[in-house]
T-cell receptor, first 115, second 117 residues
């Protein structure tokens, strides 16, 4: 079974700083997708960024980028020039391409951006 | 597209009552998922459907929970009878579920917050 682990329950940085959220996962599959979702206080789950395992290039979306290390099964999220609106819970998630099509989530990291 | 629509947004009920949560997926999406979120257990997949057919309901906690998808545009999650430990936020999500790079990208509804007294 796939598992996703986020080892940082909470993080806090100052506005405009760069912050990196960690995520590791365990799977025996070779092809899969990885995601970061953001959940602000409104509780809406918002897709931040996704990475296909077969792509070596790390995904980027404006201020958000990932460091995908397939061999190490690591998938960290870097937020550059952090903004107050980035304050939220961040969830790392995994879904396999073959077999069960279930999106498995980590426990989340609560990120606070301080003014 | 209006996205995934869930109702009600909030529900407060008493123990023993029946609760029905509703979901309208994004038009054209073939896969639908029900998740439950609690502080203790995080986000748990309860059940998911492909083309209206339940594929995996191993996450449904017990027989008090049931889910249906009578057509491609509607799904329900029912709890009968409800108990205080069922208090949580219930999310519905849908995905295209077909080939292509976006097949496995889930779009979530706003969630239904259930409180069972």
């Amino acid at each position: 079974a796939q598992t996703v682990t986020q080892s940082q329950p909470e993080m806090s940085v100052q506005e405009a700083e760069t912050v990196t959220l960690s995520c590791t996962y365990d799977t025996s599959e070779n092809n899969y997708y990885l995601f970061w979702y953001k959940q602000p206080p409104s509780r809406q789950m918002i897709l931040v960024i996704r990475q296909e395992a077969y792509k070596q290039q790390n995904a980027t979306e404006n201020r958000f980028s990932v460091n995908f290390q397939k061999a190490a099964k690591s998938f960290s999220l870097k937020i550059s020039d952090s903004q107050l609106g980035d304050t939220a819970m961040y969830f790392c998630a995994f879904i396999g391409i073959q077999g069960a099509q279930k999106l498995v989530f980590g426990q989340g990291t609560r990120l606070t951006i301080n003014p | 597209d209006a996205g995934v629509i869930q109702s009600p947004r909030h529900e407060v009920t008493e123990m023993g009552q029946e609760v029905t949560l509703r979901c309208k997926p994004i038009s054209g999406h073939n896969s639908l998922f029900w998740y439950r979120q609690t502080m203790m257990r995080g986000l748990e997949l309860l059940i998911y459907f492909n083309n209206n057919v339940p594929i995996d309901d191993s996450g449904m906690p017990e027989d008090r929970f049931s889910a249906k998808m009578p057509n491609a545009s509607f799904s329900t999650l029912k709890i009968q009878p409800s108990e205080p430990r069922d208090s949580a936020v219930y999310f519905c999500a849908s995905s295209p579920g077909q080939g292509g790079s976006g097949a496995n990208v889930l779009t979530f509804g706003a969630g239904s917050r259930l409180t069972v007294l």
